[in-house]
């Protein structure tokens, strides 16, 4: 069965500083790989996926994430933060169901930007 | 357009009330789901219709009915809630048929209070 895992429940930054947001994946048939942000109140956004090709996708809003293979991993970065990204962050899995297609959540990360 | 809307946005109902959640997309989408997220969880999937007939429902209680008139609509008819039912209600939709190749698309969600 696929699974992800947050390993981080929430991680605090000051304005313009970089981050890193942890997503590893467990998987035995091809991963298709998914980060959404939810802004208190409101439904998720995707942000940006993995589907293959390149292992370094750039999504909305200056994110960007590297799938890494060997490590099971899908990180999400952001070279400067802004207050207005504080929001959950939530990584996926895409799981076959043999009809449909699920998602798989982690946990979820609070990015909290500080100034 | 990649909008899925989500009628009501608020709803406060009795445990004896009968009510409906509405669901629209405009994308040709052939996948609808419903999500129930709990405060600082991620969402959980309760169904999912694929190409306008139930092809997921996770073991959810029958307090809870989809319907998918068409393949534009997804309906969440609600009746006999308990107070743990209070929750987040998401709508997503995506393509159909690939395997796990194509993102969802969430809806702003319907915050629903059972008193």
């Known amino acids: 069965a696929q699974s992800v895992t947050q390993l981080d429940s929430q991680v605090p930054v000051f304005e313009e500083a970089p981050v890193e947001l942890r997503c590893n994946y467990s998987s035995s048939v091809s991963v298709y790989l998914f980060w959404y942000v939810q802004y208190p109140n409101q439904g998720l956004q995707l942000l940006l996926k993995y589907l293959s090709g390149s292992t370094l996708v750039k999504g909305i809003n200056g994110f960007e994430a590297e799938f890494n293979k060997s490590q099971t991993s899908f990180h999400l970065r952001k070279p400067s933060v802004h207050i207005s990204d504080t929001a959950e962050y939530f990584c996926a899995v895409s799981d076959w169901g043999g009809a449909t297609n699920k998602l798989i959540f982690g946990t979820g990360t609070l990015l909290a930007v500080q100034p | 357009d990649t909008e899925v809307t989500q009628t009501p946005k608020h709803l406060v109902m009795g445990m004896t009330n009968k009510k409906s959640l509405k669901c629209e997309q405009h994308?040709?989408?052939?996948?609808m789901y419903w999500y129930k997220q709990k405060a600082k969880k991620p969402p959980e999937l309760m169904f999912v219709?694929?190409?306008?007939?139930?092809?997921i429902n996770e073991s959810v209680p029958s307090r809870f009915s989809p319907e998918c008139p068409n393949s534009s609509l997804l309906n969440l008819h609600l009746h006999a809630l308990q107070p743990e039912d209070s929750a987040l209600y998401l709508c997503a939709s995506s393509q159909g048929g690939q395997r796990g190749l194509y993102e969802q698309y969430f809806g702003p969600g319907t915050r629903l209070t059972v008193t």
């Open positions: 219709y694929s190409y306008e007939k139930l092809s």
């Open positions: 994308m040709g989408h052939r996948a």
